[in-house]
């Protein structure tokens, strides 16, 4: 019996422990039992619920501290086993809990309670007798509000920060650590088309940037990659003066779905609270009105408004640089000074407009007659100034500038009248005339105003002792109309030698020049003239005709065919006329066409094979002989030949010269002698002048050979008593 006593009172005491747990357990709960009666409500309850224990205790009423109108708590559903019916009431609101089988969770607002309302989650769950049955449901409740109110403010201010960024005027974007776009607002959307829809959740910020995968700038300061960002924004990035660790650039966009932009951009690195890189915001400008801008300014600081040239500013820039280059490569430098002779008539007779179109017209043509990396500068009314880069050597600046006096020189059209305008030029050398800017231009404007004081139309160089073969050219380029005119040009012929006959087959046209004052002068000197100045058809026209002339009288005295070489500028071979030319001589002359070659050199040929190609065939097809000069000095090879329907191959004298004494030169004429002869064509050697040189050619299969070994240039009658001392003229 004691032992029963004793047992209850232990019982008892930890039913009262129980109670006195709950009762003061800081979480607010109540028990209903299975009649739907409280049968518990504890200190935290009433604080929450502002009801008192004393007046729900009992009652069935445990939903009038929650709800205006009767309804069932969770507890109720619970009891009742009415959870089919828990979507009817907390639809939205409730699930099973995660932790607790059985047990289901709520959250819902109150607006009645004190304070202006309260949020709770509630959680309830049956409660059970030690034979597993129901006697009634257990709802504990948590005041919530705190965390709710904190969870909208912060949604408040995501929603604000969001309203910030994106009716921002200012675009950009933002990027998480695992560079994913969060943020692409209406700014950034206007400014490169890319829509926010398209990239926000995405890595493709590239997209609207790069028309291949590449990071942003954004993307380099998430990762930390300071050494990347200089090697992916090379010389266009600097660090911020403003923002630590961020970084800006400007660069152009081609690209953009709103049409090409200079963007200035800035992006910065987004930190948490730890102080971790957690992500980077990127902003962007569009400065292409001010990039524009700026080129306006540049551009109005550098170059002629008239003329589109470089004008002093530009020039003296170029030019200082060009000497910096010279010392450092030891290289030449020509400074050239141009003034237009006579300008000031043209604008007194037909007006400033007039003379703005010569002046623009003039520097059109003195650009179209140097190179692209040369500079062309108009400095002041009609005078200009060239500055040719690292020309090869003096006799390099002289054929620039005789092509660019043949340029100027040619007829104008202005205003329905034909003007002859030329000019006159002086020519400063760096380093022979001046190691500076200021000398080299003072020096060629005095080069200039000598060339317009002795002969306007002509070039001087400072040094005098560069005027000589300039003076020289510019004489002989005024007498060369004359010479053409007055029968001061005459032929020479050189005899072409058979190895195997021993008798002369042929002999090649050679061009002279009987100066009244001058002598005899060799083609090398005035042929250039002739071709910059476009002399050269005419001359060349001259040549064939006379030299078919005096071979017909040569085959007449003869009795038999002697064939003739002529040789064939590259002006002239592309001049239309040149097929109607020979038809027109031949059918005059009677000349066979067979017996008539035409000598073209190898560059002319290789200059552009598919159309010289069409033109040889069309002058084969004709009867004409071909024959290819000065073979192996260019870039072709005999293997090449086969696409061209020559007869004759020429190896020029430079291979020639060194028979004898050189083994290597003696390899490349015996390798273009066997393939030559296999290709059927006929070799001829040039230039043989030793009895070695012709003891190899024989020896090798050469066809024939010409040169002074055998015979000198000679006049036509000098040729004709040649012919009959080699008993070749019939008696």
Same mark, same amino acid.
């Given at each position: 019996?004691?032992?029963?006593?004793?047992?209850?009172?232990?019982?008892?005491?930890? =039913?009262?422990?129980?109670?006195?747990?709950?009762?003061?357990?800081?979480?607010?709960?109540?028990?209903?039992?299975?009649?739907?009666?409280?049968?518990?409500?504890?200190?935290?309850?009433?604080?929450?619920? #502002?009801?008192?224990?004393?007046?729900?205790?009992?009652?069935?009423?445990?939903?009038?501290?929650?709800?205006?109108?009767?309804?069932?708590?969770?507890?109720?559903?619970?009891?009742?086993?009415?959870?089919?019916?828990?979507?009817?009431?907390?639809?939205?609101?409730?699930?099973?809990?995660?932790?607790?089988? &059985?047990?289901?969770?709520?959250?819902?607002?109150?607006?009645?309670?004190?304070? #202006?309302?309260?949020?709770?989650?509630?959680?309830?769950?049956?409660?059970?007798?030690?034979? =597993?049955?129901?006697?009634?449901?257990?709802?504990?409740?948590?005041?919530?509000?705190? @965390?709710?109110?904190?969870?909208?403010?912060?949604?408040?201010?995501?929603?604000?920060?969001?309203?910030?960024?994106?009716?921002?005027?200012?675009?950009?974007?933002?990027?998480?650590?695992?560079?994913?776009?969060?943020?692409?607002?209406?700014?950034?959307?206007?400014?490169?088309?890319?829509?926010?829809?398209?990239?926000?959740?995405?890595?493709?910020?590239?997209?609207?940037?790069?028309?291949?995968?590449?990071?942003?700038?954004?993307?380099?300061?998430?990762?930390?990659?300071?050494?990347?960002?200089?090697?992916?924004?090379?010389?266009?990035?600097?660090?911020?003066?403003?923002?630590?660790?961020?970084?800006?650039?400007?660069?152009?966009?081609?690209?953009?779905?709103?049409?090409?932009?200079?963007?200035?951009?800035?992006?910065?690195?987004?930190?948490?609270?730890?102080?971790?890189?957690?992500?980077?915001?990127?902003?962007?400008?569009?400065?292409?009105?001010?990039?524009?801008?700026?080129?306006?300014?540049?551009?109005?600081?550098?170059?002629?408004?008239?003329?589109?040239?470089?004008?002093?500013?530009?020039?003296?820039?170029?030019?200082?640089?060009?000497?910096?280059?010279? !010392?450092?490569?030891?290289?030449?430098?020509?400074?050239?000074?141009?003034?237009?002779?006579?300008?000031?008539?043209?604008?007194?007779?037909?007006?400033?407009? $007039?003379?703005?179109?010569?002046?623009?017209?003039? &520097?059109?043509?003195?650009?179209?007659?140097?190179?692209?990396?040369?500079?062309?500068?108009?400095?002041?009314?009609?005078?200009?100034?060239?500055?040719?880069?690292?020309?090869?050597?003096?006799?390099?600046?002289?054929?620039?500038?005789?092509?660019?006096?043949?340029? %100027?020189?040619?007829?104008?059209?202005?205003?329905?009248?034909?003007?002859?305008?030329?000019?006159?030029?002086?020519?400063?050398?760096?380093?022979?005339?001046?190691?500076?800017?200021?000398?080299?231009?003072?020096? $060629?404007?005095?080069?200039?105003?000598?060339?317009?004081?002795?002969?306007?139309?002509?070039?001087?160089?400072?040094?005098?002792?560069?005027?000589?073969?300039?003076?020289?050219?510019?004489?002989?380029?005024?007498?060369?109309?004359?010479?053409?005119?007055?029968?001061?040009? @005459?032929?020479?012929?050189?005899?072409?030698?058979?190895?195997?006959?021993?008798?002369?087959?042929?002999?090649?046209?050679?061009?002279?020049?009987?100066?009244?004052?001058?002598?005899?002068?060799?083609?090398?000197?005035?042929?250039?003239?002739?071709?910059?100045? #476009?002399?050269?058809?005419?001359?060349?026209?001259?040549?064939?005709?006379?030299?078919?002339?005096?071979?017909?009288?040569?085959?007449?005295?003869?009795?038999?065919?002697?064939?003739?070489? %002529?040789?064939?500028?590259?002006?002239?071979?592309?001049?239309?006329?040149?097929?109607?030319?020979?038809?027109?001589?031949?059918?005059?002359?009677?000349?066979?066409?067979?017996?008539?070659?035409?000598?073209?050199?190898?560059?002319?040929?290789?200059?552009?094979?598919?159309?010289?190609?069409?033109?040889?065939?069309?002058?084969?097809?004709?009867?004409?002989?071909?024959?290819?000069?000065?073979?192996?000095?260019?870039?072709?090879?005999? $293997?090449?030949?086969?696409?061209?329907?020559?007869?004759? %191959?020429?190896?020029?004298?430079?291979?020639?010269?060194?028979?004898?004494?050189?083994?290597?030169?003696?390899?490349?004429?015996?390798?273009?002698?066997?393939?030559?002869?296999?290709?059927?064509?006929?070799?001829? $050697?040039?230039? %043989?002048?030793? @009895?070695?040189?012709?003891?190899?050619?024989?020896? @090798?299969?050469?066809?024939?050979? !010409?040169?002074?070994?055998?015979?000198?240039?000679?006049?036509?009658?000098?040729?004709?008593?040649?012919?009959?001392?080699? #008993?070749?003229?019939?008696?």
């Amino acid at each position: 019996m004691k032992k029963i006593d004793k047992h209850a009172a232990l019982t008892e005491q930890h =039913n009262g422990m129980l109670a006195q747990i709950v009762k003061n357990s800081p979480v607010a709960t109540f028990v209903i039992d299975t009649q739907h009666r409280v049968i518990l409500w504890n200190r935290a309850c009433e604080i929450i619920t #502002g009801v008192a224990a004393s007046q729900i205790i009992g009652s069935t009423g445990a939903w009038q501290p929650f709800y205006p109108q009767e309804r069932p708590v969770m507890a109720d559903l619970i009891v009742e086993g009415r959870l089919n019916e828990m979507a009817n009431y907390y639809a939205g609101k409730y699930r099973p809990s995660p932790t607790l089988q &059985g047990t289901w969770e709520a959250e819902d607002f109150f607006p009645h309670f004190p304070d #202006g309302g309260k949020w709770l989650t509630f959680t309830a769950t049956e409660l059970k007798d030690e034979k =597993n049955r129901i006697i009634g449901a257990i709802e504990t409740l948590r005041d919530v509000t705190v @965390e709710k109110t904190a969870e909208a403010a912060w949604r408040d201010s995501q929603h604000l920060l969001h309203e910030i960024i994106d009716g921002s005027p200012v675009p950009m974007f933002v990027l998480n650590a695992q560079h994913q776009v969060t943020y692409w607002n209406r700014a950034c959307e206007a400014l490169n088309g890319t829509m926010a829809k398209e990239m926000i959740g995405t890595r493709l910020q590239w997209k609207a940037f790069y028309p291949n995968e590449r990071p942003v700038l954004a993307d380099l300061i998430v990762d930390g990659k300071t050494e990347e960002i200089s090697k992916q924004y090379q010389n266009i990035c600097r660090p911020s003066l403003l923002i630590e660790n961020a970084w800006e650039a400007t660069t152009y966009f081609p690209d953009f779905q709103s049409g090409p932009k200079w963007l200035y951009f800035t992006a910065a690195p987004l930190h948490s609270l730890d102080g971790q890189i957690v992500g980077a915001v990127e902003t962007l400008q569009d400065v292409t009105a001010q990039k524009k801008y700026e080129q306006q300014l540049e551009y109005k600081a550098n170059y002629d408004t008239l003329t589109g040239l470089a004008n002093r500013n530009l020039l003296n820039n170029r030019l200082r640089q060009a000497i910096i280059q010279a !010392q450092r490569g030891n290289l030449l430098l020509a400074v050239l000074f141009l003034d237009l002779d006579n300008f000031k008539q043209i604008n007194d007779t037909l007006g400033h407009s $007039a003379g703005d179109e010569v002046i623009q017209a003039f &520097g059109q043509r003195i650009s179209g007659a140097v190179r692209d990396v040369d500079t062309v500068a108009r400095i002041s009314g009609d005078e200009y100034v060239v500055l040719l880069h690292a020309p090869q050597s003096v006799g390099h600046i002289t054929t620039v500038v005789r092509r660019l006096l043949d340029q %100027v020189e040619a007829k104008l059209q202005i205003r329905g009248r034909e003007l002859y305008i030329g000019c006159s030029v002086g020519i400063a050398l760096y380093p022979k005339d001046g190691d500076n800017p200021e000398s080299l231009m003072m020096n $060629a404007d005095a080069a200039m105003y000598r060339a317009k004081a002795s002969d306007k139309g002509g070039f001087r160089y400072y040094s005098d002792d560069f005027n000589k073969g300039a003076i020289l050219w510019m004489e002989l380029k005024q007498q060369l109309h004359y010479a053409l005119t007055s029968g001061q040009l @005459e032929l020479y012929y050189q005899p072409q030698y058979s190895v195997q006959t021993k008798r002369i087959t042929g002999a090649e046209a050679l061009l002279r020049w009987n100066h009244p004052s001058k002598g005899l002068l060799l083609p090398d000197v005035f042929i250039p003239i002739a071709e910059e100045t #476009g002399l050269i058809i005419p001359i060349g026209n001259w040549v064939v005709r006379t030299a078919i002339t005096e071979a017909q009288q040569w085959q007449e005295v003869l009795g038999s065919a002697l064939r003739l070489s %002529v040789n064939i500028s590259a002006r002239q071979f592309r001049y239309k006329s040149l097929l109607e030319l020979l038809d027109r001589v031949v059918d005059h002359t009677g000349f066979a066409p067979l017996n008539l070659e035409l000598e073209l050199t190898e560059s002319l040929v290789m200059n552009n094979p598919d159309k010289v190609n069409a033109l040889l065939k069309k002058i084969k097809s004709k009867g004409f002989s071909l024959a290819m000069d000065d073979f192996g000095t260019g870039y072709s090879s005999l $293997a090449y030949l086969r696409r061209f329907p020559f007869d004759m %191959v020429k190896i020029d004298q430079s291979f020639i010269a060194d028979l004898g004494q050189n083994t290597e030169a003696e390899a490349i004429v015996r390798a273009m002698l066997t393939l030559g002869k296999a290709l059927g064509l006929r070799m001829v $050697a040039e230039g %043989v002048e030793t @009895e070695a040189q012709w003891n190899f050619l024989r020896a @090798e299969g050469c066809d024939e050979i !010409q040169g002074f070994w055998f015979s000198r240039p000679l006049c036509a009658s000098d040729f004709m008593e040649l012919l009959k001392a080699q #008993g070749q003229v019939k008696t």
